[in-house]
């Protein structure tokens, strides 16, 4: 049976309503942590960073699909013993997670327990045995610590409380499913026994490893809503081949559908969507749901997980460059992307002054073939107003602006 190809507003709407970016801005009421947790369950993970030049990533994920909220509402989700429904562990690297995929991390808990990653070498040596033993035994009758606790007094290095060796031990007990991230103390992490942390209700049944994969496999799909089997391994972030055939399975079983769709210059590649992804499909042909929001992105925002998507859907290559050298950098430290409704229109490097309480974009970009049009410029700053007010900012300043026609019209709008 043949199919029309889905044309490409089509699917760029898709993909951007999977991640819950297609609704106006201002346009939900005021988010509730019930709101805040059903965001984290549709994406299926919220990656955590360090980097703090604005808010750190994982909240600024959030702000680009809720607008301004209380990050103190999304930290209780976590760390609040009466309230937690959210957890850390390793997902799409460092990750909140909802409690009740946890019985899906039990597999990758146990293969650290296994001697998978680095730790064979380090824990099967009898000082590091030792070690995690008395890192355990301190954690189950002082509570909750952090691994500055294990600082020597003197500021000397010892063989058992150095911090480093220390560190690894918490590491080693976390990996393996014993210890937990209780709380964030000036986002040190605090570590607490499994048992003083999981709430009684969460399901701790382990998956069988295909179980585990197909429900991975299942979660990507929908918050990817359009993409290709490649696409599906990055976001789940699992190795390519084993999600190949997870993919084919259930592709074969009518539970992945393949599609034809247009991407960009002109092509037709066969995508992959998940049978319940469907009727998004016609509403967005039939102009029910259109990408109507303007937002900007952190660099590690799920959006972007899926290596290749940004320019096959949108012609847009995302960039980190807070990690190379000055010289080599296009476009700055920490760029943010522009969403415009359904399309990626700019970017800016950003730094917030929180002496003064100011906004600096140290570069704006507008892409390529990109209209300097007045309801975009409205849109734009529209969003920065809000994300201003979200980070306390009182002022803006643009550093540098390409085409400088850019930063102009948005400073005149603000």
Known sequence: MSHTPFP????????L???SLTTPNHSDAPPTPDRIYDLVEQLGCVQIDTLHMVRRAQYVTLWSRLGHYD???????IYDPAQRRLFEYWQHAASIIPLRDYRYALPKMQHYRNGGGWWPDWSHQPENIALVENVRERIRTEGGV?????????????????????KHALEYLYNT????IADRA????????????LPAWVDTREPSEDEARRYQ??????????????HIADYAYMKRRETAATVAALVHEGTLIEREAEVVGGETRTLILHRDTLPVVEQAADGAITAARTTFFNPFDSLFWAKGRDERLWGFRQALEAYLPAPKRRWGYYCLPILHHDRLVGRFDPKLDRKTNTLILRALYLEPGIELAEDLVADVAAALRDFMAWHNATDVVVERSD???FGAKLLAAL
């Open 8 to 15: 490409l507003p089509v699917v760029r709407t898709v993909a």
């Open 17 to 19: 309503h999977a991640q």
């Open 71 to 77: 990050p103190a509402d999304f930290d209780r989700l």
């Open 146 to 166: 952090r691994s500055s606790h294990f600082e020597s007094s003197d500021g000397k290095r010892g063989s058992w409380w150095d911090w480093k060796p220390a």
């Open 177 to 180: 499913g014993e210890v937990m």
């Open 186 to 197: 000036n986002f040190q992490r605090v570590y607490d026994l499994r048992e003083r942390v």
């Open 217 to 230: 496999v299942e979660r990507a799909a929908r918050a990817l809503g359009i993409g290709d089997a490649n």
């Open 403 to 405: 085409p400088a026609e």
